[in-house]
């Protein structure tokens, strides 16, 4: 799997790093600033580097309700901050704008980062609208920009897709139609449990290409979701209080990590 080559572990285990409200959202802290943005997703991305994760994922995560079309500012907002904390950090990375395609894929090419992480084809419904990547537009998009970067594909997750295709059909066609390079499954909300049914169904019908876990594993529940998955993503589980929209807790990231060690043993 491409994983093994970006991370050098056969099942990496990656932290996301939650950018506090951007400027003009309804939550911005003006009192605060861009720099207090800057000095939070510093902070969370060393944790959980000093911890041992494998990777980060970096997302505009405080920028709800979310749109499907966000400001240029914002684009060069987020490529800014990531640039600056990943470089100071040294670990591979993803994208993933909410709930912008276009915009992740550039953000990612500016930063030089590993990967999307992205709606990519099918149709969805979430609280913040109808969702229709259109994988053709994208993929034409990626094209059209010499886009590197791989792509994970959102297949559930916040969201609950149109009609009564089968989870393992909307997978496969991520990959097959889609030319995602994997695919990620979330539950409902952020912290939120994956059914595993849902994460079995999909690795039978990808092949060889990776299925993430992207919400509601913690340190009970790694083993189990690092045996049927081939990677996991985790947020909320390390934030103080388990609190989505709280910093990283060091003692809970370093705890979390000893597990996944014993478990790849």
């Not at 169904?201 to 529940?221: L, R, Y």
Request: charged share 25%; with cysteine.
């Amino acid at each position: 799997m491409w994983t093994k080559d970006v991370f050098d572990v056969e099942k990496p285990v990656l932290g996301m790093v939650h950018f506090l409200p951007l400027p003009g959202t309804p939550l911005y802290d003006s009192d605060g600033g861009i720099e207090k943005i800057r000095k939070y997703a510093l902070q969370d991305a060393q944790n959980l580097a000093k911890a041992g994760f494998d990777g980060l994922v970096f997302s505009n995560e405080g920028d709800r309700p979310y749109l499907s079309n966000v400001s240029k500012f914002d684009v060069a907002l987020i490529s800014r901050l990531i640039y600056e904390t990943s470089s100071k950090v040294g670990l591979p990375f993803g994208v993933s704008v909410l709930a912008d395609s276009e915009a992740a894929f550039s953000v990612a090419e500016a930063v030089n980062a590993n990967f999307v992480r992205t709606f990519l084809s099918w149709v969805f419904v979430t609280d913040w609208g109808i969702v229709e990547p259109q994988a053709g537009k994208l993929q034409r998009f990626k094209a059209h920009i010499n886009g590197k970067s791989k792509i994970i594909a959102n297949i559930s997750g916040h969201s609950v897709p149109l009609g009564e295709r089968d989870i393992g059909d909307i997978a496969k066609a991520a990959i097959f139609f889609g030319l995602a390079d994997a695919v990620c499954l979330a539950g409902t909300t952020a912290g939120s449990p994956v059914d595993e049914e849902d994460i079995i169904k999909s690795k039978k019908k990808v092949g060889e290409s990776p299925v993430f876990i992207g919400t509601g594993v913690n340190i009970k529940n790694v083993e189990k979701m690092l045996s049927i998955g081939d990677g996991v993503i985790v947020g909320t589980s390390l934030k103080i209080d388990a609190d989505t929209f709280k910093p990283i807790d060091f003692e809970k990231a370093c705890s979390f990590v000893k597990e996944v060690k014993r478990i790849r043993g």
